[in-house]
Nanobody
Framework: QVQLVESGGGLVQAGGSLRLSCAAS????????RAWYRQAPGKQRELVAT???????NYADSVKGRFTISRDNAKNTVYLQMNSLKPEDTAVYYC???????????????WGRGTQVTVSS
C-alpha cells in the first residue's frame, strides 16, 4: 500500500520560511520522480516543483529562486524549502510520486492528503 504523508505546513508572515516534508512508504522507489503541487481556494491544483530520481529539479516560474525541492532517498522523503513567502503562496500543498515522459506525469494513486500553508501579509 502506497502512502505519502506531508508535514511542515503552518501560518507564517510574508517574507518568512517554511520547510515541508513528504515521507513515502510502500511501492515508491528512489527512482520515482517526485513533485509538490498546491491548490489555493477556488483555483486549480498547480505544479510547484519536481525532482527526478537522480536529483534534477524544475520549478514553476512563480517560485523560482524562492523554493527548493530536495530528496533523501535513504529516508524516501522529499522536502520543499520555501523562503521569501508571499500571501499568494497560501494554499494546500500536496506531494506526489510520478515519472517523466517529456514532462512530469503524476501517478493518480500516489497523492498525500496535503498540508496547509498560510502566509499573512
Amino acid at each position: 500500500q502506497v502512502q505519502l504523508v506531508e508535514s511542515g505546513g503552518g501560518l507564517v508572515q510574508a517574507g518568512g520560511s517554511l520547510r515541508l516534508s513528504c515521507a513515502a512508504s510502500g511501492s515508491i522507489f528512489s527512482s520515482n520522480a517526485r513533485a509538490w503541487y498546491r491548490q489555493a481556494p477556488g483555483k486549480q491544483r498547480e505544479l510547484v516543483a519536481t525532482i527526478t530520481g537522480s536529483g534534477s529539479t524544475n520549478y514553476a516560474d512563480s517560485v523560482k529562486g524562492r523554493f527548493t525541492i530536495s530528496r533523501d532517498n535513504a529516508k524516501n522523503t522529499v522536502y520543499l524549502q520555501m523562503n521569501s513567502l508571499k500571501p499568494e503562496d497560501t494554499a494546500v500543498y500536496y506531494c506526489n510520486a510520478g515519472y517523466y515522459a517529456l514532462r512530469y506525469v503524476p501517478l493518480d494513486d500516489y497523492w498525500g492528503r496535503g498540508t496547509q500553508v498560510t502566509v499573512s501579509s
